[in-house]
């Protein structure tokens, strides 16, 4: 049966590559759409429920009256998101830092392991709440107590997947690298790290929101600026709209976080998506 030439080359592997990309946007694109509707039907009947069934306001307030809270408060907000923010990010970078650095120790030094690995889990195992007002105490009302705290919630999961990460690397792979006669330095950066750079972002993914939690535990103790000082404020008083106008800021912030690091994940460890 004749075939045309278009027919041929829509049918050839380059152009089924072509397309695939298309169809993934497109899939994509089609979730976006389901997930925007459902959240405008969830708000739509959050709406009305508080119209209809005449809910307190200051018990449930409605989408409408958050809406006008953020627009009137929004300086206010935004100074105060700002505020979280550098605790967030501090803390997280700091604890990224430590955790990698110390996974990388641990993964060198069998004796290392030994004596380090048990104080992390009596660290992790601390309640983090109860620490807060030693961080207070320690490093004083300010901006400080609230990134100490945020690194230490942070901490564990960076440097768990860091070392799951390094221990995953396949002997063959290593012994590859010893009769191919590479330093210890070659190993590291050309096998070790590469291999473990997908664990690292997974537990950078779980540590950004980890962060965001530590800092608003921390403001929740005792701060001066910050939404989580916003939000206990606003819920003293009874101002239930502002809190939740707090919390939307809060919730924005920390989608964004997780979408940086997404994002920075897909840029560095590039071949993921190609496997």
């Known amino acids: 049966m004749a075939t045309s030439k278009g027919q041929l080359k829509a049918e050839t592997p380059e152009a089924m590559d072509e397309a695939l990309p298309e169809s993934i946007v497109a899939g994509a694109r089609g979730h976006w759409l389901a997930a925007a509707g459902l959240f405008v039907v969830l708000v739509g009947l959050w709406e009305a429920a508080c119209r209809l069934l005449g809910i307190a306001p200051h018990l449930l307030p409605a989408p409408s009256a958050i809406g006008v809270e953020l627009y009137d408060n929004f300086r206010v907000l935004l100074h105060h998101t700002w505020v979280t923010t550098i605790e967030v990010v501090v803390g997280f970078i700091i604890a990224a830092i430590i955790g990698v650095a110390l996974a990388m120790l641990v993964d060198r030094s069998a004796w290392l392991r030994a004596i380090i690995h048990p104080y ?4 992790q195992a601390t ?20 990134i100490a705290m945020a690194a230490l919630i942070t901490f564990f999961p960076i440097f768990v997947n860091t070392v799951a990460g390094f221990v995953a690397i396949g002997p063959r792979l290593l012994d590859l690298m010893t009769v191919l006669r590479a330093s210890p330095r070659q190993v590291l950066w050309k096998v070790k790290i590469p291999f473990a750079l997908p664990y690292v972002f997974a537990g950078l993914e779980i540590g950004i929101l980890l962060s965001l939690i530590g800092a608003i535990v921390g403001e929740f103790v005792s701060a001066t600026a910050g939404l989580g000082y916003l939000i206990a404020n606003y819920n003293f008083q009874l101002k239930t709209a502002s809190a939740f106008a707090a919390l939307v800021m809060l919730v924005l912030l920390g989608v964004v976080s997780y979408g940086v690091i997404l994002a920075l994940k897909r840029r560095i460890v590039f071949w993921l998506g190609k496997v």
């Open 127 to 146: 309640p983090k709440v109860a620490l807060a007002p030693f961080l207070i105490i320690w490093f004083g009302f300010g901006i400080t107590s609230k």
């Open 120 to 123: 992390v889990i009596v660290l």
